[in-house]
């Protein structure tokens, strides 16, 4: 890849797991009255819901995470936080009205397996109990290689749990004692090995490159040590450098430890030609997967979907989010719920959903949604129905022709896609058509760098 595009285009830019991005939601147009509103809308579309459940709780702090969480080694917070989940669970089930049917579930962090087995199983079947599943609900989790154990996984497997994936990062020593992520390869084949044994489809690895101390050679030996275990889905992400947002543990390292830009991207495309070599194909932004997952029949059947849980197989069923931080969609809204676990418990405590910011979005706001979601999951989008054209698309497609000119976009009759030259750069293309940003650019960064 050229390095005067990199220089060019490698700007602070969102990852547009939704539209607006959360820093541009409009807080003063919002309530709770239009919130259940829109999610009453989008239910009786479809009768359908995808669950978030945040478990915020780790044992320790790993120093590249941006996530939120809660470090405690006091495992008795485990059984008050999932009562509040269940009554949580039943204040949206309130609002719905009846038995939903659940599409997917996905347990993420935090850590979901600092909790214990039982408890997680209590809290799976309780809310299972006041829902409909079928045979294509889509159940999945987080685990950390390094306290997954056998019985947490033959608990998942028998709830119906087919997909799992695990944070790698790399098999660096030097890299893990930066990000305070010690965590051998022989901890990752054994849970990876396990997760097979238990019945699980679909193993994953989480690789990021762009770490501090991080090296191309790196990089090599940790793809070397993936491919011996072949997982069926590989999110190979770049490390998103936010030390700015409040408690995300990004304070261990200095930035002058960390790769530069062009190195960072050559490490990104040595990984993906060792990947590509070994049968994963790319799947949207950063994620792979082998020919026989279902993330790879979703991209070929265009069904790929892209939310706050990343690139997903399920589409169209409202998102609610459970737990502390957690951001529900309705598709005309979006939510999210109380930053601090005591904020969160005691706003439950009181019979209230917990939420303290959202978005309601127009039906501008929809449409050039759409246009993102389609740049993001199949890197090309129209506007051949007049239900995708927008008032400013004229000024955003004039915006294009730079990349157009740098052979990063080419345009068709009312539509465009990105070649394969343009595929590092979608963040980039998303950004011209992100015009609440455009209205209101930021006086400091508030996003990672696009490349």
């Known amino acids: ?168 990062q790399d098999y660096s020593e030097k890299v893990q004692k930066a990000i305070h992520r010690i965590q051998p390869f022989e901890n990752v084949k054994k849970t990876t090995e396990e997760a097979r044994k238990a019945g699980f489809t679909s193993v994953g690895h989480d690789i990021i490159f762009g770490l501090p101390f991080q090296t191309k050679k790196d990089i090599i030996e940790t793809i070397e040590k993936t491919k011996l275990l072949m997982p069926d889905r590989i999110a190979f992400y770049s490390y998103a450098h936010v030390p700015w947002i409040k408690g995300n543990g990004q304070r261990g390292f200095k930035d002058s430890d960390l790769p530069v830009a062009d190195v960072k991207r050559e490490m990104y495309e040595i990984g993906k030609q060792m990947l590509e070599d070994a049968g994963y194909v790319e799947i949207g932004m950063d994620h792979f997967a082998l020919k026989t997952d279902s993330l790879y029949k979703a991209l070929q059947e265009k069904k790929l979907h892209r939310n706050f849980m990343g690139y997903t197989t399920s589409s169209g069923a409202s998102m609610i989010g459970l737990g502390v931080s957690a951001i529900s969609d309705s598709w005309y809204g979006f939510a999210q719920n109380e930053k601090s676990v005591e904020a969160y418990q005691s706003r439950i405590a009181e019979g209230i959903i917990p939420v303290f910011r959202g978005h309601i979005l127009s039906e501008k706001d929809l449409v050039i949604r759409k246009h993102i979601l389609n740049l993001m999951c199949h890197l090309e989008t129209n506007w051949v129905s007049s239900d995708d054209y927008f008032e400013e698309l004229p000024e955003v497609l004039a915006k294009l022709r730079e990349m157009e000119a740098d052979g990063l976009v080419n345009f068709f009759d009312k539509g465009l896609r990105l070649p394969e030259k343009g595929r590092p750069f979608v963040r980039n293309l998303c950004m011209a058509f992100d015009l609440k940003m455009q209205d209101r650019k930021p006086d400091t960064q508030l996003f990672s760098m696009t490349v």
């Open 1 to 168: 890849m050229s390095l005067n595009l990199i220089s060019k285009y490698n700007v602070p830019g969102p990852r547009y797991t939704s539209y607006p991005t959360v820093p541009y939601w409009e807080d003063n147009s919002f309530s709770m009255t239009a919130w259940k509103e829109s999610l009453k809308r989008s239910f009786s579309e479809n009768k359908e819901v995808s669950l978030y459940i945040h478990l915020p709780f780790c044992e320790s702090l790993c120093t590249f995470c941006g996530c939120n969480k809660r470090i405690t080694k006091k495992h008795e917070v485990e059984s008050p936080y999932i009562e509040t989940l269940l009554r949580e669970w039943d204040l949206y089930l309130e609002i719905l009205g009846e038995k939903p049917t659940i599409r997917e579930v996905h347990l993420g962090g935090g850590t979901p397996t600092f909790f214990a087995p039982e408890n997680l199983k209590f809290l799976l079947n309780m809310i299972f109990r006041k829902a409909n599943r079928d045979c294509d609900t889509e159940l999945s989790f987080e685990g950390h290689p390094n306290n997954t154990t056998k019985a947490h996984l033959e608990m998942f497997s028998k709830l119906g749990f087919k997909r799992v994936s695990y944070g790698v």
